[in-house]
């Protein structure tokens, strides 16, 4: 976020990763958020939740 251009070119909401929080924080509590597991093949035991 502190590259200069960058907020502005991808045309985000917020300028800082506090910003990002307040964004997450606003979705209604009646979205369901999905999750799934990721892992890399060269360390399959660390593995990822993603929220979606």
């Known amino acids: 976020m ?3 251009g960058v ?3 991808l045309g985000l909401s917020f300028h800082n990763i506090c910003g990002l929080h307040q964004v997450v924080d606003s979705i209604p509590p009646r979205a369901q958020w999905k999750t799934c597991q ?3 093949k ?3 035991n660390e593995k990822h ?4």
């Open 42 to 44: 060269s360390d399959p």
């Open 2 to 4: 502190s590259i200069p």
């Open 38 to 40: 990721l892992w890399y």
């Open 49 to 52: 939740t993603i929220y979606h």
């Open 7 to 9: 907020v502005d070119k």
